[in-house]
């Protein structure tokens, strides 16, 4: 990671500076409380936002500000990346805002949490420590605030041993104990309840045992009874095979015998119906006696004649309805003219009041171009009196002014002589004549009434002018009315004419009423058919005697028929006994075996029903065994994994961590040393690092207290410390990608000018990329690649 660029606006004592950073070592320079430090916090804020109680953001935003940025550009692992984090004020508190990254020229707006759980990705820094207000490694590693390394060299040793675990990510292995026995203490409690549940398997196991001897006893009966069922049904089946046989038999018999009687009965009927038949035929033959005799050609002759009265009856009521239909209509087209007539009548009744109208309306208008005319003359008439009055009011004004005027003349403007009170009242008399006879001139003009006249002539040629176009309605009106009178003439002889077709129809029509000819024809029609009618009955009783002797043929040939099959039947009856006794007494033998078969069926119904719940009983216990089995399964495996944690798996957590510290610490050990020889020449006095963490410094063989220590040394070792754990870090959490910068805070503070000197040698074997110092000793700047000098001046910092 190399950092490029920082740009700081309203962050502490800066307002708007731009900071540019460059590789190898760089210095910055200035006064205590010139805003060093402040570069330094916000290059954190930039990165991971802030944090209570490191970094919260009223330590930030400049007092009397609203609004604050800081823009941080850095490179890593060839991509330029820009991230900008921004602070905003509000009524009871100061919030981080949304901000940007900006990757290869990818700008991504982000929220403060987006952004730091962005930075820690790119810094391949652990994921969980997104929602932690410290970021232990980059403090351990990039940057510590001044004092802030002294003070965890002070801190309690159990503190320090806690931070260094978080920061190696050691403390994961305590959580897992811390865990464990939590799981532990749930396994224990699980297998407590489980071994409770199994108290009543042997119970369980003995009830088992009990339904199923008790299955196998009933299945035995069940057996039993099932062949004795079966023997039951063998006995039925045959005894119902000899009932249906002899049932069959009976039956036939019974048919006979219901045969035999029924031809008996019709033997009766056909005897009735012979006798009955042969009656109607007598008295037949007696009315085909007494009847006239008819001939075929008669019957030819009757049918024509009738079919021409019936047509010539058509033909006459055709006539009749034809005339009725053509007398409605033209009565129906007279009253429709009358209809016409009357309201073409009521129409054209107006025409005479109209033509009148027009007379008088014409005669008006033939006055209107004398009134045009004498308009004109009056409206010359005015043009003239006003130029008269328009003459006559100059003359009057001249005279008012000379009147005016003549009062204050003493000498003539002409002649330059003295004017005279004589001559004054000449002038004003003649003046005033003037005045009176101009406004006589005036008075006598009677421009009012002229104008008045004018007035009223107008209004006439208006009013005649309304009328023409009344004139105009009119004679349109008139028009079509006299052409309606047209029309109504033209009804009135169609009337006429409908009114003779209609006089001339009617006479048509009584003339055809009057005549008797369709009484003729009716009566003339009424005894052929009854003519007819004789001829049909007589032909009809020929057919129903000729029915009746074939009826009769019919009936002996049945007769016979029924004597021959009665022969028959008789002859099948020969020999048959009346089986009803043996059928009664095989039903009542059957009726006991059903009986029997009944009673086995229900103890087999009984039977099965204590099987099938011998069977659920079984199922349930069969259930329940199941359950306890993995229930006795599940104890086994949880006893095993409890016995495995407890005696494997925790102690193994306990040699992890503790390879893994001891390690560690032979590594600090080790480092802390090489450093603390290089900072402190003193051979008297040297250091180690013991088990907790904690420096230990030697002098002559004897311990003694880091309070003890003077202000270089004191500083010499936290130095040395902070570079042993950069170190330390940097190896063991081996994934970072910020191992080539290093960020000192007043790293000197209290050496000597020959300690100074050793700050060369630390740069010189870091040999990192990127290194940044923060000191206000002058002779530090000899040592190092850059130089950015900050001054403070009215409360405003910036870079020279």
């Known amino acids: 990671m190399f950092l490029k660029s920082i740009s700081l606006k309203n962050i502490r004592s800066y307002i708007d500076q731009t900071i540019t950073f460059d590789e190898g070592s760089t210095l910055l320079a200035g006064d205590i409380g010139s805003g060093k430090s402040t570069i330094l916090l916000a290059i954190e804020f930039a990165l991971f936002g802030t944090s209570r109680p490191d970094l919260p953001a009223e330590t930030l935003l400049r007092k009397g500000t609203t609004n604050a940025y800081v823009e941080l550009s850095f490179n890593l692992q060839n991509q330029q990346i820009t991230v900008r984090r921004n602070l905003k004020r509000d009524k009871n508190s100061i919030k981080q805002t949304a901000g940007h990254l900006i990757i290869n020229d990818t700008k991504t707006e982000l929220t403060a949490v987006e952004l730091k759980a962005q930075i820690l990705n790119l810094l391949a820094y652990p994921g969980q420590l997104v929602n932690k207000n410290k970021n232990y490694i980059f403090r351990y590693t990039i940057y510590t605030p001044q004092e802030d390394m002294k003070a965890i060299l002070q801190d309690n040793p159990e503190l320090r041993l806690e931070v260094l675990r978080k920061i190696f990510d050691i403390e994961k292995y305590q959580n897992i104990r811390d865990n464990l026995q939590i799981v532990l203490k749930e396994l224990r409690k699980t297998i407590a309840q489980r071994m409770t549940r199994l108290e009543n398997y042997s119970e369980q196991e003995k009830k088992m045992e009990q339904f199923l001897h008790q299955k196998i006893e009933v299945n035995r009966q069940l057996s039993a009874k099932q062949l004795s069922l079966r023997q039951l049904t063998e006995k039925i089946k045959t005894l119902q095979g000899n009932l249906e046989q002899i049932e069959a038999e009976q039956k036939i018999t019974l048919s006979l ?62 006539k009749e309805s034809s005339l009725n239909q053509k007398l409605a209509q033209i009565q129906q087209e007279i009253k429709q003219t009358k209809q016409n007539n009357e309201s073409l009548q009521t129409i054209i009744s107006t025409l005479q009041i109209k033509e009148e109208k027009i007379t008088d309306l014409t005669t008006n208008i033939t006055k209107k171009s004398e009134l045009k005319i004498k308009s004109d003359e009056l409206e010359s008439l005015i043009k003239q009196t006003q130029e ?74 208006e009013k005649i002018i309304q009328e023409e176009k009344e004139l105009a309605g009119l004679t349109e009106q008139v028009t079509q009315l006299q052409q309606k009178r047209q029309e109504l003439t033209k009804g009135e002889e169609q009337l006429l004419l409908l009114v003779q077709e209609n006089n001339q129809l009617m006479q048509e029509l009584q003339k055809l009423n009057t005549s008797d000819q369709l009484k003729k024809i009716n009566d003339e029609l009424n005894r052929l058919r009854e003519r007819l009618l004789e001829f049909k009955q007589a032909k009809s009783r020929a057919e129903r005697l000729k029915t009746l002797e074939d009826v009769l043929e019919r009936y002996s040939q049945q007769v016979e028929s029924l004597q021959s099959e009665t022969k028959q039947i008789n002859e099948k009856l020969q ?42 009983q079984i199922q349930e216990i069969n259930l329940v065994l199941e359950k306890l089995n993995q229930q006795k399964t599940k104890l086994q495996q949880e006893q095993q994994l409890s016995h495995w944690l407890e005696k494997f798996f925790l102690p193994l957590a306990y040699s992890i961590e503790r390879a893994m510290m001891l390690n560690i610490h032979q590594l600090f050990n080790q480092l802390f040393q090489e450093w603390f020889s290089l900072l402190i020449s003193d051979e008297q006095m040297n250091a180690r690092i013991d088990d907790s963490f904690s420096p230990v410094i030697e002098q002559n063989g004897y311990e003694i207290n880091f309070s003890a220590l003077s202000g270089g040394e004191r500083t010499s070792a936290a130095l040395a410390y902070r570079l042993a754990l950069n170190k330390v870090i940097n190896d063991v959490v081996h994934q970072i990608k910020t191992k080539e910068l290093l960020i000192l805070d007043e790293p000197t503070d209290g050496f000597s000018a020959e300690q100074l000197d050793k700050v060369r040698d630390v740069l010189e074997r870091l040999n990192l990329q990127q290194t940044i110092l923060v000191s206000h000793e002058s002779k530090i700047e000899s040592f190092v690649d850059n130089v950015i000098t900050i001054t403070k001046q009215g409360h405003e910092s910036s870079v020279i």
């Open 575 to 616: 020999g048959r006994e009346d089986l009803a006794e043996t059928i009664n007494l095989t039903k009542d033998q059957l009726t006991n075996l059903r009986e029997q078969e009944k009673q086995e069926l229900m103890l087999i119904t009984s039977l099965t029903s204590q099987i099938k719940h011998l069977q659920n």
């Open 388 to 461: 008269i009055i328009t003459r006559n009011q100059v003359i009057i004004d001249e005279a008012k002014v000379i009147l005016a005027n003549i009062s204050k003349i003493d000498t003539c403007p002409t002649c330059q002589q003295q004017v005279s009170v004589e001559h004054k009242e000449q002038v004003i008399d003649k003046q005033q004549e003037k005045i009176a006879q101009a406004q006589l001139t005036i008075n006598n003009s009677k421009i009012r009434e002229i104008n008045e006249e004018k007035q009223l002539i107008q209004a006439q040629i």
């Open 257 to 318: 015998k219901s045969r035999q009687e029924n031809i008996t009965q019709l033997q009766k009927q056909l005897q009735f119906q012979i006798e009955e038949s042969y009656a109607q035929q007598q008295n037949l033959l007696l009315q085909m006696a007494a009847q006239e005799k008819f001939s075929e050609q008669e019957e030819i002759n009757l049918n024509e004649i009738l079919s021409k009265l019936e047509k010539e009856k058509e033909n006459y009521l055709q």
